[in-house]
């Protein structure tokens, strides 16, 4: 049809429609007309079928098969029909439709589908092939009990199926004609009507042409008729609403490649295919040696496989996430904090878009932070030591002091053990932070680490009256882990339950396995337990909720470094830990975290993290 005029195509519908419109009534008309005649063939053998019943009983005594051969040859001659008596065992007595000599040639009629409807209803009817008489035919059969000297047996009545055909057919032909003159008034009418709507409608299609070419400044000026006028009104404002969204999309182009131009993070925007597509010039910056980035793979630009499995699965629409993150160093001293975002809009995907941030001074700041952590903790060493060791020897002398003297030599000693604690943690945490802490890692009991962690902190737990309750299945638990870090872990988490438990009470240490390769760790107090906003900053160096949770106000010798410790301690062996409430409800906090369960090959190995 596209090589047709749109006149020819529009008459052609509409002719196809009409016929369409036709067609299907008239074959439904078809089929209830063969219905309805059918039923009314059924009826009327029937009723003539009760009429023959009733003279047959009204006949009374047959002298013999002959007498009623004879009789059935008149009545059926009567009713223009084929009339048969058949015995209640399916012998034919009499048939007006053959002679009596041919009635022993007859077949048993015992299993005719007309008779055993009979039998079963007193009436029977069925249309169907007469293999005496070669033709179709409607049957109707009733039951005769024997009445009134009339044998037992079976009446049945025939008529002739082609007089149904005949005026089947004739209903028929009748209907092709009607059909056939409301088609040829249908083609005159689509002509007619197919040349009125394509003269009204060349204007609209020639403006609609326009507007699709990019002339967005065409309109309809002289509306084609009365039934197109709202038409012809849409396509103008559909044209004005074209011609505005398009300027807003050039508007929002220049914006959007102002802000690209203007952003001093590199950004890489991906189709969904993988490939670049755009950049903006702060990219081009950070990679000079790359030309022409289209079409281009991530990792034709920086030689990243993290980056560039980074992107992929961003691009992927069966990972659920569409935002992922990571850091990349292309170069000594070049660190980029990479964001990969999947770009998508109402379930269509359209690529990703990679935002390269250099966070190379604030790594270096960072790393000149820890240095001087670390150096300012070394340095502060000898000090401390040499503090301790005067104030350890005027205390362990015994030497003639006042009580104020005493109490201040006291308070010199705590401090310098406290300052000294702090040191050492800051050493530690400056090492676990650059990666310098080598790890031996080993199948471990993490039963044995509580315990261990349990006999350091006992002085402590015994001076606040603290008992440790341990909840571990009976066959043990084993992780990959260092040991003696892990014992670190326990002890600053069983140290912090101490500080902040209420006398007397029990601090419960629990594990279980969580059936994916992990095991979940916890160690749970009575204390006030910890704020939902302070949650996440707890495990952060120097922080401390002391408002919420120190006892009766007093210092309670923590560094606020404990927790900070445990988190990278934790993080190295590839766990995670948090804090949460007590799950039975009854206050205080809740420390878990979680450790890589050991392999069974693993339980007498030991490796070099």
Same mark, same amino acid.
């Given at each position: 049809m596209s090589g047709f005029s749109f006149r020819t195509r529009l008459q052609f519908s509409f002719f196809i429609v009409v016929f369409i419109s036709l067609l299907l009534p008239a074959l439904y008309a078809k089929m209830i007309f063969q219905g309805d005649v059918l039923k009314g063939a059924e009826m009327s053998a029937e009723r003539e079928l009760r009429l023959a019943r009733q003279l047959v009983l009204a006949h009374g005594n047959f002298a013999s098969e002959a007498e009623m051969q004879r009789w059935l040859n008149t009545l059926g001659a009567q009713l223009d029909v084929r009339m048969t008596y058949v015995s209640r065992g399916g012998r034919v007595i009499a048939d007006s439709a053959v002679t009596p000599e041919e009635l022993g040639d007859l077949e048993n009629h015992a299993m005719r589908p007309e008779f055993l409807q009979a039998e079963k209803d007193q009436y029977g009817l069925s249309v169907r092939y007469s293999s005496t008489l070669e033709r179709k035919l409607i049957y109707a059969a009733t039951r005769i009990d024997g009445v009134q000297g009339v044998p037992e047996g079976m009446l049945r009545l025939a008529i002739p199926f082609a007089d149904v055909q005949d005026r089947l057919t004739r209903l028929q032909k009748n209907a092709l004609v009607v059909l056939a003159i409301a088609l040829v008034l249908a083609f005159v009418l689509s002509l007619v009507l197919s040349r009125y709507l394509a003269r009204s409608m060349t204007g609209m299609i020639d403006v609609a042409k326009a507007i699709g070419d990019g002339d967005y400044q065409k309109r309809l000026r002289v509306f084609p008729g009365r039934e197109f006028r709202e038409l012809g009104t849409s396509i103008n404002q559909m044209a004005e609403s074209i011609e505005k969204h398009v300027e807003t999309i #050039?508007?929002?182009?220049?914006?959007?490649?102002?802000?690209?131009?203007?952003?001093?993070?590199?950004?890489?925007?991906?189709?969904?295919?993988? #490939?670049?597509?755009?950049?903006?010039?702060?990219?081009?910056?950070?990679?000079?040696?790359?030309?022409?980035?289209?079409?281009?793979?991530?990792? /034709?630009?920086?030689?990243?496989?993290?980056?560039?499995?980074?992107?992929?699965?961003?691009? @992927?629409?069966?990972?659920?996430?569409?935002?992922?993150?990571?850091?990349?160093?292309?170069?000594?001293?070049?660190?980029?904090?990479?964001?990969?975002?999947?770009?998508?809009?109402?379930?269509?995907?359209?690529? +990703?878009?990679?935002?390269?941030?250099?966070?190379?001074?604030?790594?270096r700041l960072?790393?000149?932070?820890? @240095?001087?952590?670390?150096?300012?903790?070394?340095?502060?060493?000898?000090?401390?030591?040499?503090?301790?060791?005067?104030? /350890?020897?005027?205390?362990?002398?015994?030497? +003639?002091?006042?009580?104020?003297?005493?109490?201040?030599?006291?308070?010199?000693?705590?401090?310098? *053990?406290?300052?000294?604690?702090?040191?050492? *943690?800051?050493?530690?945490?400056?090492?676990?932070?650059?990666?310098?802490?080598?790890?031996?890692?080993?199948?471990? @009991?993490?039963?044995?680490?509580?315990?261990?962690?349990?006999? %350091?902190?006992?002085?402590?737990?015994?001076?606040?009256?603290? *008992?440790?309750?341990?909840?571990?299945?009976?066959?043990?638990?084993?992780?990959?882990? *260092?040991?003696?870090?892990?014992?670190?872990?326990?002890?600053?988490?069983?140290?912090?339950?101490?500080?902040?438990?209420?006398?007397?009470?029990?601090?419960?240490?629990?594990?279980?396995?969580?059936?994916?390769?992990?095991?979940?760790?916890?160690?749970?107090?009575?204390?006030?337990?910890?704020?939902?906003?302070?949650?996440? #900053?707890?495990?952060? #160096?120097?922080?401390?909720?002391?408002?919420?949770? %120190?006892?009766?106000?007093?210092?309670?010798?923590?560094?606020g470094l404990g927790l900070a410790i445990c988190r990278h301690i934790v993080e190295r062996h590839g766990g995670v830990i948090r804090t949460t409430t007590r799950l039975d409800g009854k206050g205080g906090a809740r420390f878990e975290f979680t450790l890589r369960e050991a392999r069974p090959e693993m339980h007498h190995e030991t490796t070099q993290s």
């Open positions: #050039r508007s929002q182009s220049h914006e959007f490649e102002a802000i690209l131009n203007g952003m001093h993070e590199g950004v890489m925007v991906l189709n969904k295919e993988g #490939r670049i597509s755009t950049v903006n010039p702060a990219l081009a910056r950070i990679f000079p040696k790359t030309e022409n980035f289209v079409d281009l793979r991530p990792l /034709e630009i920086v030689l990243s496989p993290e980056l560039q499995q980074t992107c992929d699965r961003a691009l @992927d629409s069966r990972v659920p996430e569409n935002f992922f993150s990571l850091q990349i160093e292309p170069e000594r001293g070049r660190i980029y904090d990479v964001a990969v975002v999947r770009l998508q809009s109402e379930n269509m995907e359209l690529g +990703a878009i990679v935002v390269f941030h250099d966070i190379s001074e604030l790594k960072e790393q000149v932070r820890r @240095d001087f952590v670390a150096n300012v903790s070394h340095e502060l060493r000898t000090p401390l030591t040499t503090i301790r060791g005067y104030s /350890e020897t005027l205390v362990d002398n015994n030497m +003639a002091m006042n009580p104020q003297a005493e109490r201040f030599l006291e308070i010199i000693l705590r401090n310098a *053990d406290h300052m000294a604690k702090m040191v050492d *943690d800051l050493m530690s945490l400056a090492r676990l932070e650059d990666g310098r802490e080598s790890f031996q890692i080993q199948s471990i @009991d993490v039963l044995n680490a509580a315990r261990e962690a349990i006999r %350091t902190c006992e002085p402590l737990a015994q001076r606040a009256e603290i *008992d440790f309750s341990l909840n571990f299945p009976a066959e043990g638990l084993r992780a990959e882990a *260092d040991f003696d870090r892990i014992v670190q872990v326990f002890r600053n988490l069983f140290e912090n339950a101490i500080r902040y438990s209420p006398l007397g009470e029990c601090i419960e240490v629990s594990g279980a396995s969580c059936g994916d390769g992990f095991l979940m760790l916890s160690v749970q107090d009575f204390g006030p337990g910890v704020p939902q906003e302070d949650r996440e #900053r707890v495990f952060e #160096r120097f922080y401390r909720v002391e408002k919420h949770r %120190t006892k009766k106000g007093t210092d309670n010798g923590s560094t």
